[in-house]
Structures are given as structure tokens and as C-alpha cells.
């Protein structure tokens, strides 16, 4: 069941730009970890990037200088700014939240997240 409102994403050659949004609204305030994690066919759901609320940032050595994380608290939104996409990024992205999951590079894990977007599409083409 999905508790968070997911936008953006969509189709997009090798170098673009993409920016994916989130929607936290009724649990914002609440939450000690957001993340986006994606999942290709497959595959299994691996974490791509996670902030906490300090505003603490970690990305996974794959998107790192790539991809950048960030949260903004007045609207209520968590972000994810993809650059210099690569077709291996294609997949589909999920963001989740949680009250009490580890949210650090090396700890992340989808198993310890309570609430998640409805997931969203991200092709990359060479």
C-alpha cells in the first residue's frame, strides 16, 4: 500500500536529466529517514540514496556525482536529481520513508522502511 505520492521520471537518452519528487506530507515531520531505492527486472530493490533529518546525505558509490538527494521541508517533499544518466540506471524508483531506519551508506535496506511511493518508471537510452 502506498502512503507517499511519487512524480516525475519518464524516458530520456544516455547524459540527460531527470528529476524525481515525493510527496511526504503526512509523515514528514515524523520521519527520521527518507530514500529512494530502484528495482530493475530481476533484480533485487537496492537503495540508491538517503537523507536523514539533518539533512545528512549518502548515495551509493554507483550514482555518486551523479544523483543528489535533498528534502525540502516547507513543502513537504523529498527529491532526487538524477544528471549524466547511463542506461544502467534504468529501473524502477521508489521512495520510502521511515521513523527508525538506519540511514546511512552501508546500512540502508528496504526491508526497514514502513511507508513507500508508488514507484516510477526510468528508462535511459544510449
Known amino acids: 500500500q502506498e502512503q507517499l505520492v511519487q512524480s516525475g521520471g519518464g524516458s530520456v537518452q544516455a547524459g540527460g536529466s531527470l528529476r524525481l519528487s515525493c510527496a511526504t506530507a503526512a509523515y514528514h515531520d515524523t520521519i527520521y529517514c527518507m530514500a529512494w531505492f530502484r528495482q530493475s527486472p530481476g533484480k533485487e530493490r537496492e537503495p540508491v540514496a538517503a537523507i536523514d533529518s539533518a539533512g545528512t546525505t549518502s548515495h551509493t558509490d554507483s550514482v555518486k556525482g551523479r544523483f543528489a538527494i535533498s528534502r525540502d521541508d516547507g513543502r513537504k517533499i523529498l527529491y532526487l536529481q538524477m544528471k549524466n544518466l547511463k542506461p544502467e540506471d534504468t529501473a524502477m524508483y521508489y521512495c520510502?520513508?521511515?521513523?527508525?531506519?538506519?540511514?546511512?551508506?552501508?546500512?540502508?535496506?528496504?526491508?526497514?522502511?514502513?511507508?513507500w511511493g508508488q514507484g516510477t518508471q526510468v528508462i535511459v537510452s544510449d
Open positions: 520510502a520513508a521511515d521513523r527508525w531506519a538506519p540511514c546511512y551508506e552501508g546500512s540502508l535496506s528496504s526491508r526497514d522502511f514502513s511507508f
